[in-house]
């Protein structure tokens, strides 16, 4: 409920406030109508998935600007108030607002957003120049908890793709970058929950899980084909990164002795250019590299061991 009253404290109030159930069954939904009544609009569905939720609510909302908010997360008071102010500022050409978030629940995430980002020394109010540029570097300075968005941007180019698992925020934001300029807030008004006791969708790439290649492989390909991209120096580090996540997928299978899905993602990157000799030498260069890395980890670890152990002479 912490989020939901985040919202309704904002110093600029907003329009509406939307909230999808999706397919909760733990009486969330009673709980919400009970406490706040008509001050949101609820709306229950099946369980879907975020993307799925995100659109429904996009379907649902009938403001100019969009904003989004997870249930484990906050908003300062003045995070619409700084963003109207900001997109009043920049003028039409600016169709998304975003601000600087910190984390809580995890003592080891000290820095921002924006820190981690490099975005520093950034004035208050500012425009972001290619973000591209920090989504293929994975080092995306806004996150969709931060975004005021125009509505009919989202609508127009689908909104969330529903067949993503993870990562379904950054291909919007990759598809916005062609469409409209992005402004920002350089003040943390938003707070990520990233409690230790967490298990979300991003323990997934410590497991080499298939929603994780399949999902990442996906986007690529899409942006691939986007006529913005084409011909462009982002086609060729798009590529890379393609080519490089089927590598570590058929990895995966390989190390799982799914020899016929292996061979799927083997027979894609054939089809990138790739001959079956620099592809096995590839996967083996790889596996060599992982290894020698693992050894060396290896042995700085028995060099603090050993260097620590007292002196029995």
């Given at each position: 409920?912490?989020?939901?009253?985040?919202?309704?404290?904002q110093?600029?109030?907003?329009?509406e406030?939307?909230?999808i159930?999706?397919?909760?069954?733990?009486?969330?939904?009673?709980?919400?109508?009970?406490?706040?009544?008509?001050?949101?609009?609820?709306?229950?569905q099946?369980?879907?998935?975020?993307?799925?939720?995100?659109?429904?609510?996009?379907r649902?909302?009938?403001g100019e600007?969009?904003a989004?908010?997870?249930?484990?997360?906050?908003?300062?008071?003045?995070?619409?108030?700084?963003?109207?102010?900001?997109?009043?500022?920049?003028g039409?050409?600016?169709?998304?607002?975003?601000?600087?978030c910190v984390?809580?629940?995890?003592?080891?995430?000290?820095?921002?957003?924006?820190?981690?980002?490099?975005?520093?020394g950034?004035?208050?109010?500012?425009?972001?120049?290619?973000?591209?540029?920090?989504?293929?570097?994975?080092?995306?300075?806004?996150?969709?908890?931060?975004?005021?968005?125009?509505?009919a941007?989202?609508a127009?180019p689908?909104?969330?793709?529903?067949a993503?698992?993870?990562?379904?925020d950054?291909?919007?934001?990759?598809?916005?970058?062609?469409?409209?300029?992005?402004?920002?807030v350089?003040?943390?008004?938003?707070r990520?929950?990233r409690?230790?006791?967490?298990?979300?969708?991003?323990?997934?790439y410590?497991?080499?899980?298939?929603?994780?290649?399949?999902?990442?492989?996906?986007?690529?390909?899409?942006?691939?084909?986007m006529?913005?991209v084409?011909?462009?120096?982002?086609?060729?580090?798009?590529?890379?990164?393609?080519?490089?996540?089927c590598?570590?997928?058929?990895?995966?299978?390989i190390?799982e002795?799914?020899?016929a899905?292996?061979?799927?993602?083997?027979?894609?990157?054939?089809?990138?250019?790739?001959?079956?000799?620099?592809l096995?030498?590839?996967?083996l260069?790889?596996?060599?590299?992982?290894?020698?890395?693992?050894?060396?980890?290896?042995?700085?670890?028995?060099g603090?061991?050993?260097?620590?152990?007292p002196?029995l002479?």
């Open positions: 409920m912490c989020a939901i009253d985040s919202v309704l404290a110093t600029l109030p907003p329009d406030v939307i909230v159930d999706d397919g909760s069954t733990d009486g969330t939904a009673e709980a919400i109508r009970n406490r706040y009544g008509d001050r949101v609009r609820l709306f229950r099946q369980n879907a998935g975020v993307s799925a939720a995100r659109n429904r609510a996009l649902e909302a009938q600007w969009i989004f908010l997870d249930s484990d997360d906050i908003w300062l008071p003045t995070k619409i108030e700084r963003q109207k102010e900001t997109l009043t500022r920049f039409s050409e600016f169709g998304l607002c975003f601000t600087d984390y809580h629940g995890n003592p080891d995430l000290e820095r921002s957003v924006f820190e981690e980002a490099g975005l520093t950034a004035p208050r109010f500012g425009s972001l120049e290619d973000p591209v540029k920090y989504i293929l570097a994975s080092r995306e300075p806004f996150w969709t908890q931060s975004l005021m968005v125009r509505h941007l989202l127009e689908n909104g969330f793709d529903e993503l698992t993870l990562r379904e950054t291909d919007v934001l990759f598809r916005l970058s062609f469409r409209t300029k992005f402004c920002f350089a003040e943390p008004l938003v990520i929950d409690a230790l006791s967490r298990d979300g969708l991003c323990t997934l410590g497991k080499a899980d298939d929603r994780v290649f399949d999902s990442l492989e996906r986007s690529y390909t899409k942006w691939l084909a006529p913005e084409g011909g462009t120096g982002y086609e060729k580090q798009i590529r890379e990164m393609l080519r490089l996540i590598y570590s997928s058929a990895e995966a299978k190390r002795f799914r020899i899905a292996a061979f799927r993602e083997i027979r894609r990157l054939k089809a990138m250019g790739n001959s079956y000799p620099s096995l030498f590839g996967l260069s790889r596996k060599i590299k992982k290894l020698r890395r693992g050894n060396k980890e290896a042995e700085q670890d028995e603090k061991v050993a260097g620590s152990a002196d002479a």
